[in-house]
């Protein structure tokens, strides 16, 4: 804890007992710590680190994960998740103090009686629906609209909080899925309490947005961070939006806002989209015609987080943000993906296209039409073998002999390679990625002639190698059944060929 030892404010989420715990071992050392009094979203953590000049913040979540699970994540001054040195010195810290602290500094009640902790909820909630409203650009619009929204939470936090987040926007409450309401540990209404797997566990949202006649349901995963939208197709059932496609609504939604109050194109070169980089690339097509900027990361929001806070210094600003596994950020309240700010905006943009005798699908597919389509697939294989995973990836660093990369895939040839586990990237004239190097884990992307972009890597929780392709085609170019079979036979190819399943007895997913 050596780093953080002065007398500031740490923030904390309360996973109850978890979360006394962390207080008191900062109360004890004379830290001021506002503990939050009840569950709050996650983005709440790191937007009040900076509402209150915090120096660090602590946020317990399992997500949507077993609670056996609970999960650890600090957020550095700046409110972004700890990055590098940060993480190192942490950890150097804890290294360095094995030895256990006495009895006392483990007492949950100190929480209760000391000075030294305070209860930011009423006032960071408060403000942080305030400034939500920067968001908001057509309230009176959104005060006549007639859709009915339906929200699940998931059995999480969600549901007060985005409540008031269509209140703040104008609009009447969304619907909510009661037996997903209330926070609960063991997720009893659903298998798996996560969005991101689709129309499968929005079985209870979709019913209810049948019985109620609601066009459009809207899903919070537990801790609020993350969303997932569905829209009623007349005639089709319900589209579920991968994050992918929605963030190309919202980044489409957000610039289209943005330009509407600054027509002056010479201010766009101050504007960023960011992205993962093993997201869509469809930012980067918007801003080759838009002409503002785009930049990629590394995977995981603390590398968004962290660069949003680096271009604020400089005088830019970020009005769009996202990783594929729906997590998105509108604007930049907090430098952290959020739900909750998410499930506004979308209804607002499904408000908006309403009006305009639009559907959120007819939408993307006009967006596809003006910027080019973006097919995409993300999945994985499994593997519990590090020595195997180990073996993959050297042969494919050493594929036609040493230091060779694969030159096709699937009979296409590979026109560049980007590893960052090695730092090597053949586009660049230095043959450097521009991207940190992550030695502790595996990402390799090539880009091929045709227009796929795929990108292999090792997940840093899990024994799974994940795989994401794209084809990113040009505009006007709208045969997108063709684009999804040549996308098909490229990720066969990719797996096939550079990870070989069978050989590797490797578990394919079951999509």
């Not at 929005?202 to 609601?214: F, K, P, Q, V, Y």
């Not at 990836?393 to 594929?399: A, G, H």
């Not at 505009?475 to 490229?490: C, F, Q, V, W």
Request: hydrophobic share 35%; proline share 6%; with cysteine.
């Amino acid at each position: 804890m050596g780093c953080i030892r002065i007398t500031v404010h740490i923030l904390l989420f309360v996973s109850l007992r978890l979360a006394k715990l962390t207080a008191a071992v900062m109360l004890t050392r004379g830290v001021p710590v506002h503990l939050f009094s009840t569950f709050v979203p996650t983005p709440y953590v790191p937007y009040a680190v900076k509402k209150l000049g915090a120096a660090a913040g602590v946020m317990i979540t399992a997500s949507h994960n077993p609670k056996e699970d609970n999960g650890y994540k600090v957020y550095w001054c700046n409110g972004a998740q700890i990055s590098s040195p940060h993480d190192k010195e942490i950890l150097q810290s804890i290294e360095e103090q094995l030895e256990p602290w006495s009895a006392s500094c483990w007492e949950e009640e100190l929480v209760e009686s000391c000075s030294l902790r305070t209860d930011p909820l009423n006032q960071i909630n408060r403000c942080y629906m305030d400034e939500l409203t920067s968001l908001c650009f057509h309230r009176d619009l959104n005060r006549s609209c007639p859709l009915k929204f339906v929200h699940s939470s998931f059995h999480g936090v969600g549901h007060v909080f985005v409540q008031q987040a269509f209140h703040a926007f104008g609009f009447s409450p969304p619907i909510p899925v009661p037996e997903q309401k209330d926070p609960d540990p063991n997720f009893s209404s659903v298998r798996c309490p996560n969005p991101e797997e689709g129309e499968s566990v929005l079985e209870l949202s979709l019913l209810l947005a049948e019985r109620e006649n609601a066009r459009i349901v809207l899903a919070t995963d537990p801790d609020a961070d993350r969303l997932a939208v569905a829209e009623k197709s007349d005639g089709c059932g319900w589209k579920v939006f991968t994050g992918n496609e929605l963030a190309a609504l919202l980044g489409w939604w957000m610039f289209f806002n943005w330009k509407e109050a600054h027509p002056d194109p010479a201010d766009t070169q101050r504007v960023y989209m960011l992205a993962t980089t093993v997201s869509s690339k469809i930012l980067q097509a918007f801003a080759r015609i838009e002409g503002f900027h785009f930049e990629e990361t590394l995977p995981g929001f603390k590398w968004i987080g962290n660069r949003i806070h680096e271009l604020s210094k400089t005088g830019n600003s970020v009005i769009f943000a996202f990783e594929e596994s729906i997590g998105f950020l509108c604007g930049s309240l907090v430098p952290e993906k959020d739900g909750v700010s998410s499930a506004a905006v979308v209804a607002e943009l499904t408000s908006y296209l309403h009006n305009k005798n639009l559907s959120l699908k007819q939408q993307l597919h006009n967006i596809y039409q003006t910027y080019g389509h973006h097919v995409s697939k993300t999945s994985y294989v499994i593997c519990d073998n590090p020595q195997t995973i180990a073996r993959i990836f050297c042969r494919i660093r050493n594929f036609d002999g040493e230091a060779s990369y694969p030159k096709t895939c699937g009979g296409v040839r590979i026109d560049h390679v980007r590893d960052v586990t090695t730092g090597y990237d053949s586009s660049r004239p230095d043959l450097r990625s521009v991207l940190p190097v992550t030695r502790s884990s595996h990402m390799i992307t090539f880009t091929l002639q045709n227009g796929v972009v795929a990108t292999l890597r090792t997940s840093g929780t899990e024994p799974k190698i994940k795989y994401y392709t794209e084809y990113c085609a040009a505009p006007g170019n709208s045969e997108a059944s063709r684009l999804e079979d040549e996308l098909e036979k490229i990720t066969a190819a990719l797996l096939d060929e550079f990870l070989e399943p069978e050989r590797n007895r490797l578990i394919r997913r079951c999509d």
